[in-house]
């Protein structure tokens, strides 16, 4: 796959990658500023007594992701000036929370502490569900090689940006 593909391909489904990002800088800024976090899962339990999500997911993280996924989808729609991105935007910011949320999920009933890896579905599962919800809905056609060189990428790209934001501070931890 030549470098332009790898471009094109990360252009498209750069929505999903700031959704994803974006609820760890939320945190550190909530955080910081001393305000206080509301559970996506309200604190509430699954049947196995165990929290369905945990405290690392917020209503804050949630909304933040995706207020600022569907704004990149609406800058590229600005520099493409093609409808698609804004829909785009739209479903691949919400596939990539809610794969975050599933992979959360996931964790819990493993007895996977929030916070703590779990190595592959932390790196990719969110990126795999927003791609899956765009493509159901038309918004997205990719091949099965390029779904895959996406999947490689993110793997690699999740891995490096989660280092980095531990270095800045941003995470207590590299994963």
Known sequence: MDFNTILRLLWLILPAYVAN????????????LNLKRHPIDFNKHFF??????????????FLTGLVLGIITGFIQYYII??????YR???LSFGALIGDLIGAFIKRRLGIK?????PVLDQI??????????????YLIISLIEFIYVIIITFILHITTNFIAYLLKLKDVPW
């Not at 990002?21 to 910081?32: E, R």
């Not at 196995?48 to 209503?59: A, E, Q, V, Y």
């Not at 929030?114 to 779990?118: D, E, V």
């Not at 599962?125 to 159901?136: P, R």
């Open 125 to 138: 599962l969110f990126i795999v569900i927003a791609i899956t919800f765009t493509q159901a809905l038309n």
């Open 48 to 61: 196995d007594r165990k929290r369905i999500f945990g405290d690392n997911k917020s209503w804050e993280g």
């Open 21 to 32: 990002g974006t609820p760890v800088i939320a945190a550190k800024i909530i955080t910081v």
């Open 89 to 91: 935007g739209i479903v």
């Open 81 to 86: 000036e093609d409808d698609i991105y804004i």
């Open 114 to 118: 929030p916070g703590k890896p779990l």
